[in-house]
């Protein structure tokens, strides 16, 4: 249902653009914010004839994620780097997720899989006349993070998937035309990875937000 209205969208979004006679390339960018409790195991410690583990849990932030990723790929990243998802409005190209420092850019989309992986339950509302709509659509999202071929290996690897719930709604241009959609994901994710080599379990909060407009020539 969600791919169903996700076309009929993109034609009249695409029929809008054409009428205007749009050339230049207009992109989304939205904030990726990944908040997660990760768990790992102690080594044993021997106190006489007792033998104590224990399960030992810290937190990873998505600025930890981006200095993984910025050591892979030879980049000093600061403080202020974000996680961005860039996906075109008119589907010409397939959505990035990079990595936005000032002016540096860093493509990092294969470090990365994030796909639906169930069946997709929708509540919508679109007009036929202006193309202008409203949805709701809940699923079951995987969120992977691997090592990419050419890049010295992660020090961080996870795989986690769960239920996630999508708020779509069209974005308009400076005339209030329908030029695209704009989808806020929030997703409680749980799985499994390593860190620095030790297993760890990882029971994360994903958001994507925002819904600002790049226009590139």
Do not use: W
């Not at 719930?165 to 806020?184: E, R, Y």
Request: charged share 15%; net charge neutral; aromatic share 4%.
């Amino acid at each position: 249902m969600k791919t169903h209205l996700k076309l009929l969208i993109t034609c009249f979004a695409t029929a809008f653009c054409a009428l205007r006679g749009e050339a230049a390339q207009t992109n989304l960018v939205q904030t990726i914010t990944l908040s997660s409790a990760i768990y790992k195991q102690s080594d044993p410690v021997t106190n006489g004839t007792v033998v104590t583990t224990a399960i030992v849990p810290s937190k990873l932030t998505t600025d930890q994620v981006i200095q993984v990723l910025g050591v892979s790929t030879t980049n000093v990243l600061s403080s202020n780097a974000k996680l961005l998802f860039i996906t075109p409005l008119l589907p010409t190209d397939n959505s990035l997720i990079v990595i936005q420092d000032g002016a540096l850019r860093v493509d990092v989309t294969s470090f990365f899989i994030l796909e639906t992986r169930s069946e997709s339950l929708s509540a919508s509302a679109l007009d036929t006349t202006t193309g202008k709509f409203v949805a709701t659509t809940i699923d079951i999202q995987r969120l992977r993070l691997r090592d990419r071929g050419g890049f010295p290996d992660l020090t961080l690897h996870f795989d986690i998937r769960g239920f996630a719930t999508t708020k779509s709604k069209s974005v308009l241009d400076s005339q209030g035309v329908v030029i695209g959609q704009a989808n806020a994901v929030t997703a409680q994710l749980t799985g499994d990875g390593d860190k620095n080599g030790d297993t760890i379990l990882l029971r994360a909060s994903l958001k994507i937000t925002g819904a600002a407009l790049e226009i590139l020539p």
